[in-house]
C-alpha cells in the first residue's frame, strides 16, 4: 500500500443547494456536490502538490460512486475508500442556503445512521500509512464508532514515526461543548498540529487574555508543534475579512499577516482549504510563517468558488500570496 504524504479521515456528505440564493423552503431544484469537512482538506492538499488519500466509508451505490469520483476529479486517491454493502447503507446529506445580508447562510444535517456513521475501528483497513494523519472535531461527533476508529488511526500515526493533524472544528448541531471537550481534550497529547478558533480556545476549553498567549500555553501543555488559528470577520455573508495566528512552539514565535478582504462566493469549506494550505506549507518545508500564509491564500481562493471543495493550484496560491504582500499596483485581471 502506498505510503501518502497525506491521509485524511471523515465522512463525507453530499451537498443539496438551490440555485442562487434561492429558499430550501421553496420549490425548485436543488444542486448537487461532494462535501466533507476531511475531503476537503485531502483535495486542498493535492491541489497543493501532496499525494493525499481520503479514508472513509461510502454507501455501494450510485451516490458513493459520485462522491468518490469527486474525490479522485480533484486528486484524491479512493485506495483508502471502504465499500457499505448493507441494505440500510447510506450517505449523509447536507442542505445548505446562500443569503445576502441580513439574512443569515443556513445548514440542514441529515446524516445520522449513515454508512460512516456506523462505521468501528474492525472495518478499517489493516494498513494507512503517511507522513501526516489529519481528522477533526467533527468525525468524533459522529459517534462512538468513528470516535474510537479516529483515536486508534492517531496512535498508530504516532507510532509509524507520522505526523498527527487535528482540526477541533467544533459543530454546535453535532454536540454541545463540554461533550466536544470531554471527547477532545484526551486526544490533544497525541496531536503535532492543532486548528482551532480563538471561539473555542476561549468558550470551550475556558482560555483567557490574548491570542498568542492562549496558543503558547496550549502548545506546551499538551506538547503541540504547531497552533493554528483562523481570524474571520464577516461583515456581511458576501465580505470578509481573513487572517490567521500561527504559533510554532520549538521557534516560540507567532506568525501573521494582513487580512485578505474578500468578495464571498461560497465561504462553506474555506476553513478547510486554510488547514490543506498550513498542512502543505509544513510538509513542503516552509515553516510556520509559511503555513500561515499558504493557509490564508488558501482560504480566500476557496470563498471565490461554488461547492465545498477547493479548485485552484500552487502556482495561483503563490500569485495571490505575492500579490497581497505587495505594495505596487496590481493588475485587475490575469491576462
Known sequence: MSRFDVVSFGEALLRLSPAGQGRLAAPGALEKNAAGAELNVAAGCAQLGLSAAFLSRLPQNALGAFLAAQAREHGVSDQLLLWDESPAARLGVYYYEQASAPRKPAVVYDRRHSS????????????????????????????????????????????????????????AALWGEAEARAAIEPLLPLVDVLFVSEESLRRMFGRTGALEDIQREFAAQYGLRYVFSTRRQALTPTRHQFTSLAYDREAGQAFTEEPYEIDVVDRVGSGDSYTAGALAGLLQGGGARRAMRLGNAMAALKCTVPGDLPRTSLAEAERLMAAHGSSLPQSEMDR
Open 116 to 171: 460512516f456513521c456506523s462505521l468501528s475501528p474492525e472495518d478499517l483497513p489493516p494498513r494507512a500509512e503517511g507522513r501526516l494523519f489529519h481528522t477533526s472535531g467533527i468525525t468524533l461527533a459522529l459517534g462512538e464508532g468513528p470516535r474510537r476508529a479516529a483515536a486508534g488511526l492517531m496512535e498508530a500515526f504516532r507510532r509509524q514515526g507520522g505526523l498527527v493533524s487535528f482540526d477541533v472544528n467544533y459543530r
